[in-house]
């Protein structure tokens, strides 16, 4: 605890809880609270250390958790319009009867209210910081700023034209446009996003690429999610679309490399020489039955992974607790290894690890002095968070979105007692209705 | 719908939802209702027939999802008392450091306790019925009648001392004490429950079978959970665990069998010949890296699978919501199908497939007229559930235990509005927090 602060006024004191600091040294404080001043957190420690403090405000965590928001960092915010559209289908099927069309119908307003609805759900369910990628992309920018939710979002760029900004040059003064609105944002950061080497030439990669290097903004790429794209890589290319990706010379540590389901030994060597990112996004992956990223290789070669939901027309959820139940159990299987995937190597993934995936490890994804304040509280008095031996466990294994109450991001509350205050669910959840209303009658 | 209800006052009417009745042609109604006189279901509708019904008392459903009671067809309840205690442990490990020493702590109050936080937390995720087996059963039973929760319940058996009846003899006179006691009651089923066949000798088996067949009661029993259980089996009989069953003369259609993880093509159509009732625990098996049952052969072969949680040291929830999604997604990624486990298989597994699992197919498991009554309602009105093309999609894969509001258990409302009626469930709480520190001042 910075002792300093002692003889401050603190805004928000956040106190009376099991504090999960998610530092380097999994710091814990078993009754502990968390000090807040403006943006920022200025000190974390016992609760007692802080009883003689001048405090603006308190919030009571009640014997609760108080640990840093989640983040998720794969997400197309806007496809809750989506949600439940169509499941259980092939791929193709999937794809070209049911979301392509949808998708050409979408315009600036329904990406604004699906991704609106996006950030009701996601701030509800813990999760105070995600990473798009979207048509219209400015409109989820808005929606992540109106409900103020710390986000990266990027347009979606491939080689075709697009129902957004047309042909793909245009993709780019799209881009330029988003830097150069959202730059100095305190929430929003803006990323440079081709979708995938399989739509996008080597071309748009190299330029993309040199975009994000003069901004120093992060680059984000579907990779490797299906087995055909990889086969068709190395049809195309003689390559995997790791090996096409670096070849191309666009592996960085600012890319963030959506899926890696299917890698081979020389694709993980690729991505830990060139320090790439990586969102494992478990749920999507086995829903569209696209096979099982090998996460714990992964980890082993200390590459920094994220959890991500991926867009919930796949999913059909963002709730990063589910997503974490479903990584810890499925890699456990899947390597017939009990010990694989502990509870907190994957409470790192949605918080600390997320956070330094999108670049943003030194703003968020743990309780530090010095970090933006996103801290989220969760109610323990449950019968299913009952009795309580360990908090990690729990928060992997027993607790839901559901169980999160109290929301603070950057510094600013926005829900408490379950009840939010950016949003107006009400009409949110309306205007998404409505949307799926005219989407339907074009099926 | 039954018209001569008209004529008669109804008891209580859960109108204004998307009825799902889970019957063999899978009907359901957009703007429904269901009618309830005593214990049981009289009438299923849409809402406007019952327009000019007398009614005691209505209860809303506000538009939401107003379906059958999920069933879990394997738990041990009292298991909660253990819940997070120990993680991503090998197997052996867990069991002999962790599970086996708390257990040799159990008594009768504390199994009670255990099994009572356990019916909070099912009757609050939307469970109204339960298949259980452990020790001090008898606890278990007067828990779930307190709660009011249907239940299918048997002491354990197997070939060494019990710390409940000491040895074995003992246990069927238990089991018979539990049949009397218990017999004819509208909520309470016992079951006879050896163990498993690697710690019950052919002559126990043959026993509970006899034993199970003269009250025509259902048993209960582990196969084929882990590789090793087999490998030990085909060692020890020559026979794969289901072989050996088979060989004991104890499989019938009055047999559950819990796991089935690892079943050979013989072991599938000795199921099927017997008419062998499933239980499928994904996430147990995969939490302990046990494996993935073949649960899409057993469907396509008709073998009747219900969903179970396991005890909650190895799930750590008793959610069948978590379940539901679990298994929808494992079998997709595993057998690179996505068309497989579709939402409304999976539904069924834990509505009516789940009761006939138990031999409660007449009873419970959907809403029809002269089943006993047993329904949940489920607000939709949340931005995670919106929007709603398709009931069923949102219930595997959106909905979650929290969104159950009002629970009715053999027509009693057990659950209004998340209100618990028949549990104090802090007190719940209280006392297995109590529990958990005298069992852990023992490690």
């Known amino acids: 605890?910075?002792?300093?602060?002692?003889?401050?006024?603190?805004?928000?004191?956040?106190?009376?809880?099991?504090?999960?600091?998610?530092?380097?040294?999994?710091?814990?404080?078993?009754?502990?609270?968390?000090?807040?001043?403006?943006?920022?957190?200025?000190?974390?420690?016992?609760?007692?250390?802080?009883?003689?403090?001048?405090?603006?405000?308190?919030?009571?965590?009640?014997?609760?958790?108080i640990m840093p928001g989640l983040v998720n960092t794969h997400t197309h915010a806007s496809m809750t319009c989506f949600r439940g559209l169509a499941d259980d289908l092939p791929l193709m099927t999937w794809l070209n009867e049911y979301i392509f069309p949808a998708e050409s119908k979408l315009d600036y307003r329904k990406v604004y209210c699906g991704a609106l609805l996006a950030c009701a759900e996601m701030i509800l369910s813990g999760t105070t910081c995600f990473c798009d990628m979207y048509l219209f992309e400015d409109a989820v920018a808005?929606?992540?700023?109106?409900?103020?939710?710390?986000?990266?979002?990027?347009?979606?760029?491939?080689?075709?034209?697009?129902?957004?900004?047309?042909?793909?040059?245009?993709?780019?003064?799209?881009?330029?446009?988003?830097?150069?609105?959202?730059?100095?944002?305190?929430?929003?950061?803006?990323?440079?996003?081709?979708?995938?080497?399989?739509?996008?030439?080597?071309?748009?990669?190299?330029?993309?690429?040199?975009?994000?290097?003069?901004?120093?903004l992060p680059i984000v790429i579907h990779v490797s999610e299906t087995k055909s794209e990889v086969l068709r890589s190395q049809d195309q290319h003689g390559l995997t679309p790791v090996g096409h990706l670096a070849n191309s010379g666009i592996l960085s540590s600012n890319l963030l490399a959506c899926h890696c389901v299917i890698l081979t030994d020389e694709d993980i060597s690729l991505l830990r020489h060139f320090d790439v990112k990586v969102s494992h996004n478990p749920e999507s992956n086995m829903k569209l039955a696209s096979g099982i990223a090998p996460i714990p290789e992964l980890l082993r070669e200390g590459i920094c992974v994220g959890l991500g939901t991926d867009g919930c027309a796949s999913n059909n959820n963002l709730d990063i607790f589910l997503e974490m139940d479903m990584a810890a159990k499925l890699h456990k299987v899947n390597t017939s290894n009990p010990t694989v995937m502990g509870a907190n190597t994957v409470l790192k993934m949605c918080t600390i690890e997320g956070a330094r995936a999108l670049g943003l490890g030194n703003i968020t994804g743990s309780i530090e002095p010095g970090k933006k304040a996103d801290v989220i509280v969760l109610n323990t008095h449950k019968p299913h968070l009952t009795p309580m031996y360990n908090p990690d466990s729990h928060l992997v294994y027993s607790a839901k979105g559901s169980d999160v109450t109290t929301s603070i991001i950057n510094g600013k509350p926005v829900m408490e007692n379950g009840r939010l205050l950016t949003i107006d669910v009400k009409k949110a959840m309306e205007d998404v209705n409505r949307i799926a209303k005219e989407l339907q009658s074009t099926f």
Chains 1, 2 share one sequence.
């Open 1 to 65: 605890m910075t002792m300093s602060i002692l003889n401050n006024e603190i805004d928000i004191l956040v106190s009376n809880g099991v504090v999960l600091t998610m530092d380097s040294g999994n710091t814990q404080f078993k009754n502990g609270a968390v000090a807040i001043n403006g943006e920022n957190i200025v000190a974390v420690g016992s609760a007692d250390e802080f009883l003689s403090c001048k405090t603006r405000r308190v919030i009571d965590a009640h014997g609760g958790i």
């Open 142 to 216: 808005c929606a992540a700023k109106d409900s103020e939710m710390r986000a990266v979002v990027g347009e979606v760029l491939y080689d075709f034209p697009s129902p957004n900004y047309g042909p793909l040059e245009k993709g780019f003064e799209y881009t330029k446009m988003l830097i150069d609105k959202w730059k100095n944002d305190s929430l929003i950061t803006i990323a440079v996003e081709p979708h995938s080497p399989y739509l996008c030439a080597p071309e748009l990669l190299k330029k993309a690429s040199l975009l994000a290097e003069k901004h120093n």
